[in-house]
């Protein structure tokens, strides 16, 4: 079994930046790829972007392209989020999730459906 927790949400002007983090327990995530996931109330879970932990290969939302960046901390092994210049509508609880691919693997999955470990979620709020 692995437990993830989320950490680093919190509540910013437009603008604001904040880096939630994704720590593992009970496995490492050598042959998983983890993917952060969002849902805005009222709103389906939706992907935004993925990393494959072994290969590094990175899948971007297009709705987030160029502006959030995912990065892993192997010594840690935890996975962050970075979200700089953060709008309104970015509002949301950010959730991340992990699925066993292989070691030999670069499959970065986009449907929550494709996850097996999820953790409970850190909320992400921007407001002026």
């Known amino acids: 079994q692995m437990q993830l927790v989320e950490s680093g949400g919190g509540s910013v002007q437009p603008g604001g930046s904040l880096r939630p983090s994704c720590a593992a327990s009970?496995?490492?995530?050598?042959?998983?790829?983890v993917g952060w996931f969002r849902q805005a109330q009222g709103k389906e879970r939706e992907f935004v972007v993925g990393?494959?932990?072994?290969?590094?290969?990175?899948v971007h939302a297009d709705s987030v392209m160029g502006r959030f960046t995912i990065s892993i901390d192997s010594a840690t092994n935890t996975v962050y989020l970075d979200l700089p210049t953060l709008r309104p509508e970015d509002t949301a609880i950010y959730y991340c999730?992990?699925?066993?691919?292989?070691?030999?693997?670069?499959?970065?999955?986009?449907?929550?459906?494709?996850?097996?470990?999820w953790g409970q979620g850190t909320q992400v709020t921007v407001s002026s």
């Open positions: 999730a992990a699925v066993y691919v292989t070691e030999s693997s670069l499959h970065v999955p986009t449907s929550p459906g494709s996850y097996t470990y």
């Open positions: 009970g496995r490492t995530f050598s042959g998983y790829s």
């Open positions: 990393i494959n932990w072994s290969a590094g290969r990175v």
